[in-house]
């Protein structure tokens, strides 16, 4: 017989034994008698939940959660200025706690982006990485160049506008939908300028299939418009 089904026998008849006793008893003898005979257990029980309880509660508030993670192809951004723009859009939100996270990665490029010289290989391996972190769910949404949004809706990986935003923002910014409804255009040189995005290229906001809070997305929407 396993550990487990002798702990299990041993259950049964224990408890058949005790209810067996309890049986005539008043509900206050019952009460009495329990923590007379199982006031130990009882107290182990009550420490175990408690301790799990405080394991739960501890994790949740230890534990980073991304709020938002967004690329941006073909911008000329540092570890200090990414920093910042984290910090800008977390304080846009009115969010302060530390273990909300907003996760930039900068250091995407497109053919003619922000190296001289680029191979096929290089740009290759940049597309793979955007399409290997919206398969694991770690990309929001991009800022990127019109060929970039292209091959990001022959991957599959990009929603549609209408259907990344709340009705409310995906009205108010109708006028600048393009690319067949899968893009925002961002004219604004100011918002270029403030993503370090390269002056001479055009610059589109796109949603990744993979979007885990769409009232963030929507408002980091509003963030980029207002730059």
């Not at 390269?198 to 418009?225: C, G, H, N, Q």
Request: proline content about 2%.
């Amino acid at each position: 017989m396993s550990v487990f089904a002798e702990l299990k026998e041993k259950w049964r008849v224990t408890k058949a034994t005790e209810s067996a006793k309890m049986k005539n008893m008043t509900f206050r003898e019952k009460v009495a008698y329990i923590f007379e005979n199982w006031s130990l257990e009882i107290i182990v029980a009550i420490t175990a939940v408690a301790l799990i309880v405080v394991a739960i509660v501890w994790a949740d508030n230890t534990t980073d959660k991304y709020i938002l993670s967004f690329g941006i192809v073909d911008s000329e951004l540092n570890g200090k200025q990414m920093d910042s723009i984290k910090a800008d859009f977390k304080e846009y939100l009115g969010d302060k706690s530390r273990k909300n996270v907003v996760g930039i990665e900068g250091n995407l490029a497109s053919a003619g982006g922000t190296v001289d010289v680029v191979d096929d290989y290089f740009i290759y391996e940049h597309q793979q990485t955007s399409i290997m972190l919206i398969m694991s769910g770690t990309m929001d949404c991009y800022l990127c160049p019109k060929s970039y949004v292209e091959f990001l809706i022959d991957c599959e990986g990009l929603l549609p506008v209408k259907d990344a935003l709340d009705a409310d923002t995906a009205a108010k910014y109708s006028d600048a939908v393009d690319l067949d409804g899968m893009a925002l255009r961002v004219d604004s040189e100011t918002a270029k300028d403030y993503f370090h995005y390269l002056p001479e290229k055009e610059m589109y906001l796109v949603y990744t299939v993979t979007i885990d809070y769409p009232e963030v997305v929507s408002r980091f929407t509003d963030f980029v418009f207002t730059k």
